[in-house]
């Protein structure tokens, strides 16, 4: 009983493994990224695949080692599966890639995200650059795709990070309600507290 058990406890793992590998790729052969970057970008692909069925791929390499970028992707294209996001970057190369299946290039802003949400990121001398800030860069730019993606499907993902301008946006709404509320208030006030003084000097 405990063999099949176990059988059974191996099967359930291979098939979520699969799972895993359908729904998104991440390669990182060269420790770029830091393992919570890792984590985080998993998380948010899986969440993206279950809930829209959207493939990720993010490749994030030092070297392409001489290859030709075109011919290296034309070949990775091959391989992806529809819908799919894809984000590029290559250290040495100093190459930035975002790419997607033809039915998702409405739902994002490609040069958005590049200039607002990747560039920032990183230093802008060679020699500044480390993991951590690349980590940023790329995880910053992969979150801004999923998150424009989810909701132009009117869809929320609870493993993105909303953007500055939507907080922002947010927290100004919410101000503005509290001073017309407030506002509002004032003016019943002082309207009921005018009413009483008329009131008393009518029964004077």
Do not use: C
């Amino acid at each position: 009983m405990k063999i099949l058990f176990n059988i059974f406890k191996a099967g359930v793992l291979l098939l979520a493994l699969n799972t895993l590998l359908l729904s998104s790729e991440l390669k990182n052969p060269h420790f770029i990224l830091i393992p919570k970057t890792e984590d985080a970008i998993i998380n948010i692909a899986n969440e993206l695949y279950s809930k829209l069925n959207i493939h990720t791929y993010v490749y994030v390499l030092k070297s392409l080692d001489g290859i030709e970028y075109e011919k290296y992707i034309d070949s990775e294209l091959k391989e992806f599966q529809n819908p799919y996001v894809f984000l590029f970057l290559s250290i040495d190369d100093k190459k930035i890639d975002i790419k997607s299946s033809s039915d998702l290039e409405e739902d994002f802003d490609k040069k958005g995200v590049y200039w607002d949400h990747i560039i920032p990121l990183l230093p802008a001398k060679e020699s500044e650059i480390t993991p951590q800030n690349v980590s940023a860069a790329v995880l910053n730019g992969y979150n801004e795709i999923a998150y424009q993606i989810a909701k132009s499907k009117n869809i929320e993902l609870n493993s993105v990070m909303k953007n500055d301008y939507e907080v922002f946006t947010t927290l100004l709404n919410w101000a503005a309600y509290l001073m017309v509320g407030s506002l509002i208030v004032l003016l019943f006030y002082s309207y009921k507290k005018g009413r009483n003084i008329e009131r008393s000097n009518v029964e004077k």
